[in-house]
């Protein structure tokens, strides 16, 4: 049987356009490599599945894409956060709207996300094929003319639809593998690099603090030539060999770009300029004069953090609070809000959430997602060069492009 739309890719973009374009009639097949359908999506929010993110200014979201984020205008105004809410509220999944305008199924599971894209594709007849790897593309001219699995099976279609992912989370099956067509077809896929990502430091001294949480703490990023290039307040954790956490995780594509030499800086106090902690910790140290210097910051730091910033003090441990001078007390004053690390790189895609770059937007028609090199050619989700900050952003993305991609293809069919 020869489809209208094919599409490669189970995740949540290609869910997105085979569900469309079946509601509008056409006969669908969705390809997924994996057993399973989705299982990245599942992944997301700590497998509660952070939808997208509530924020009503179609500016601001794709103003979170940087400078690429205007390509997102049409199919934000096709298919918007409103939408994507009306969407699964209808298809019976109630949402709740948390922090930072973080949008969540309210059941808390990402499962439930799956389930209602799952029904949507069997609502619209999708053929839907897991365990089915593609080998390669048959292209004639400038047009598709099948799917070649490596089971031998050619799959034929009037539109295609590449929704592949990127290459972060390779154990979700990302591999590339679409950007490799992409390229093949004539298009230019921008640089690759892994986003949303934790760092790695060279300050072994982190192996100590491993599993530590800081709450609601600024971290900012300078450039090799001592620049503060951006700054992030949120919470963040110590890994073994260095930081993650969503106030990382955000500042991670602007550290990958500005690599090598950045270092960052924690304020470990935020709500506190020098000055008011100066006067807060002289205070304290009077209260605590007869103390010993390693038992007066209860209450100011984290427990597994005093012993760190004592010893990077370089105080005596046993010297009397009183005994504290004022270079030592500044020192310390400066540990607290310029808590500094030199980043060493980036983890790898094992670690990112998304990936940055992808097929070259000036490549593809924003209003469609249609390939302005291949016909009969459509691009959704993360194989284009779209990446944004957590919090939802990257997962409306893939539900408008994924929308979009579908109703074009199914009104482009023969």
């Not at 997102?72 to 298919?79: M, R």
């Not at 007849?125 to 790897?133: A, F, H, L, P, Y």
């Not at 503060?228 to 956490?245: H, L, P, Q, V, Y």
């Not at 009969?376 to 989700?381: K, M, P, R, V, W």
Request: net charge positive.
């Amino acid at each position: 049987m020869k489809y209208n739309v094919a599409i490669i890719g189970g995740g949540p973009a290609g869910m997105m356009a085979a569900g469309r374009a079946g509601e509008l009639g056409a006969r669908v097949i969705l390809i997924e490599k994996n057993k399973e359908l989705g299982i990245k999506l599942l992944m997301t929010g700590n497998g509660r599945c952070n939808i997208m993110n509530f924020t009503e200014d179609m500016k601001e979201i794709a103003g979170k894409f940087g400078k690429n984020g205007k390509f997102l205008f049409s199919a934000l105004n096709i298919f918007s956060v409103q939408d994507t809410a009306e969407f699964f509220r209808s298809r019976g999944l109630p949402i709740k709207v948390e922090e930072n305008n973080k949008a969540y199924p309210e059941s808390g599971k990402a499962m439930d996300v799956l389930d209602v894209l799952v029904k949507y594709m069997t609502d619209g007849n999708v053929d839907v094929r897991t365990d089915s790897k593609v080998k390669d593309l048959s292209v004639s001219g400038n047009k598709i003319d099948k799917i070649l699995l490596e089971s031998g099976e050619e799959i034929e279609a009037d539109e295609y639809i590449i929704a592949t992912g990127g290459l972060s989370y390779p154990l979700s099956g990302s591999s590339g593998d679409g950007f490799t067509w992409a390229k093949k077809l004539g298009h230019n896929v921008t640089g690759l690099h892994p986003a949303l990502a934790p760092i790695i430091v060279n300050e072994s001294i982190v192996g100590e603090l491993e599993g530590l949480s800081l709450k609601n703490v600024r971290i900012s990023i300078y450039n090799q030539n001592g620049k503060k290039i951006e700054s992030r307040r949120g919470d963040a954790i110590f890994t073994k060999n260095g930081m993650s956490g969503p106030a990382i995780i955000d500042l991670s594509k602007r550290i990958g770009e500005e690599l090598p030499g950045v270092l960052i800086k924690i304020d470990l106090l935020p709500d506190l300029d020098f000055d008011k902690l100066d006067l807060a910790m002289q205070r304290d140290f009077y209260v605590k004069r007869n103390k010993l210097f390693r038992n007066s910051f209860d209450g100011l730091l984290p427990n597994k953090l005093i012993p760190v910033v004592i010893g990077l003090s370089g105080i005596n441990p046993a010297k009397k609070v009183n005994s504290i001078s004022k270079d030592e007390r500044k020192k310390i004053l400066h540990l607290v809000k310029e808590f500094a690390l030199s980043v060493k790189e980036l983890a790898g895609f094992e670690k990112a959430v998304v990936t940055s770059g992808g097929v070259k937007l000036s490549e593809v028609d924003p209003k469609t997602m249609r390939s302005k090199i291949i016909e009969n050619l459509h691009f959704a989700g993360e194989i284009l060069d779209l990446d944004g900050p957590t919090g939802g952003f990257n997962l409306q993305m893939c539900w408008s492009t994924g929308f979009v991609a579908g109703e074009s293809a199914a009104k482009n069919r023969k």
